[in-house]
T-cell receptor, first 112, second 114 residues
Framework: SQQGEEDPQALSIQEGENATMNCSYK?????LQWYRQNSGRGLVHLIL?????REKHSGRLRVTLDTSKKSSSLLITASRAADTASYFC????????????FGAGTRLFVKA | DTGVSQDPRHKITKRGQNVTFRCDPI?????LYWYRQTLGQGPEFLTY????????KSRLLSDRFSAERPKGSFSTLEIQRTEQGDSAMYLC????????????FGQGTRLTVV
């Protein structure tokens, strides 16, 4: 099964509202990353948070990491219709090399 | 460097045929990953390379799948005797050696087995 699991699976909000997505994982990680994917396109990296960090910001994005609970959240503030996409968390852990495993994603729909 | 490139972008093949996909990573990246993604799902790990060494291969990957990275640069993913269940998007990604770096993805190869 996948290492990370996102919650909710789907989220529909109005433009201007905040969107929060959560990710839980199973094993100790080196870092956790969030990616975005528009329909039928490749994945685009959004933000990386290291295992010794608790919070990180990038523009309208805020990511938190709680290693004791093995969970992370992605907050998108003041959402726009253009934020409509699938969002995936990816956990990176050391298996002799560094391996990246993705969750099933949260599908975000922002209504204009 | 224009990023990770994959070829072809689309492939339609008949069941039972062999197919081969190519991935050219970002030149300074020594790690290269292959993923498979089906509709509505996240990318599923298939295998990854550090330089030319294949470090791990998913147990979900049958013997019909093989990947190579002969000179530590581009990689190929071959599927032999394709089945309809192999229809998916095959994604390639590369990243640097530090471990705390983002992965850059190609646009993927969409395989349809008819």
């Amino acid at each position: 099964s996948q290492q990370g699991e996102e919650d909710p699976q789907a989220l529909s909000i109005q433009e201007g509202e905040n969107a929060t997505m959560n990710c839980s994982y199973k094993t100790s990680i080196n870092n956790l990353q969030w990616y975005r994917q528009n329909s039928g396109r490749g994945l685009v990296h959004l933000i990386l948070i290291r295992s010794n960090e608790r919070e990180k910001h990038s523009g309208r994005l805020r990511v938190t990491l709680d290693t004791s609970k093995k969970s992370s959240s992605l907050l998108i503030t003041a959402s726009r219709a253009a934020d409509t996409a699938s969002y995936f968390c990816a956990t990176v852990f050391n298996t002799g090399g560094f391996k990246t495993i993705f969750g099933a994603g949260t599908r975000l729909f922002v209504k204009a | 460097d224009t990023g990770v490139s994959q070829d072809p972008r689309h492939k339609i093949t008949k069941r039972g045929q062999n197919v081969t996909f190519r991935c050219d990573p970002i030149s300074e990246h020594n790690r290269l990953y292959w993923y498979r993604q089906t509709l509505g799902q996240g990318p599923e790990f298939l295998t990854y390379f550090q330089n030319e060494a294949q470090l791990e291969k998913s147990r979900l990957l049958s013997d019909r799948f093989s990947a190579e990275r002969p000179k530590g640069s581009f990689s190929t993913l071959e599927i032999q005797r394709t089945e309809q269940g192999d229809s998916a998007m095959y994604l390639c990604a590369s990243d640097g050696s530090a471990g705390n770096t983002e992965a850059f993805f190609g646009q993927g190869t969409r395989l349809t087995v008819v």
